[in-house]
């Protein structure tokens, strides 16, 4: 990504697109949304894809993240259906195992530095799936949530990186410019998508500014604090 780019966030739990609040994924509710009703993840991911100008949906399994079982499915239900979309999905990826059921989609897999038990794994996924795999620094508050080799050595990153403040996301208390300034600087040429915490066009060009080249959003999106103009703005 060259320009900087608004990636929607589709959050999927016992098949209903949900409200992620806070990374407090126990209190995930369904959503409510003017793109449709939760029981409807399709009609809401066009929705979104619409007016973020998209062409990349992110989704979160959040029964997979969890281990209470998964929206493999509709996950394929919905490549199918979502032509020229490429599909970026967090399933709680933990080794190359759990990439391999997915792999199938001809989705990119995002490993989550949270679901990884140390680095080997993140390693050996690294080494499977090149480019088909992308990592999210996940960030609970100050903590990292992940192996802290991970985070303490860029050479290990990707091209394509994420860095997630969990506790921001749906809360609309801001995005942390000064995580993202340290980790842009040390990623040095590579891609840098921010998540968490945004509620509007000014942030999101403060997001850009920052040196990221998009942002992951969902809330600001459904409630229409973030508009299609606004975004076609930022192109």
């Keep these: 990504m060259s320009e900087f780019s608004v990636i929607p966030v589709l959050d999927l739990k016992d098949g209903n697109v949900v409200h992620a609040v806070g990374g407090k994924r126990a209190d995930y509710r369904p959503i409510g949304s003017p793109f449709g009703s939760a029981d409807d993840p399709l009609a809401i991911a066009r929705g979104l894809l619409d007016t973020a100008g998209a062409r990349t949906l992110y989704?979160?399994?959040?029964?997979?993240?969890?281990?209470?079982?998964?929206n493999f499915e509709l996950c394929r239900a919905l490549a199918d259906r979502l032509h020229g979309v490429t599909l970026w999905i967090d399933a709680g990826f933990s080794d190359v195992t759990d990439c391999l059921f997915w792999l199938p989609l001809g989705a990119t897999l995002v490993i989550g530095s949270e679901s990884l038990a140390s680095l080997d794994p993140w390693e050996e996924i690294r080494a499977s799936f090149g480019k088909s795999a992308m990592l999210s620094l996940d960030f609970e508050g100050e903590s990292f949530r992940g192996p802290a080799p991970l985070f303490a050595d860029a050479e290990r990153w990707p091209e394509q990186l994420i860095v997630i403040s969990l506790a921001r996301v749906g809360t609309g208390t801001g995005p942390d410019l000064e995580r993202l300034g340290v980790v842009c600087e040390r990623a040095g040429e590579r891609s840098v998508?921010?998540?968490?915490?945004?509620?509007?066009?000014?942030?999101?060009?403060?997001?850009?500014?920052?040196?990221?080249?998009?942002?992951?959003?969902?809330?600001?999106?459904?409630?229409?604090?973030?508009?299609?103009?606004?975004?076609?703005?930022?192109?």
């Design 193 to 235: 998508i921010l998540g968490g915490g945004i509620r509007d066009a000014a942030d999101l060009a403060k997001v850009a500014q920052s040196g990221a080249c998009g942002a992951l959003i969902a809330t600001a999106l459904h409630t229409g604090a973030i508009t299609q103009k606004e975004i076609a703005a930022l192109a």
């Design 59 to 70: 989704i979160a399994d959040l029964d997979a993240i969890a281990g209470t079982g998964n």
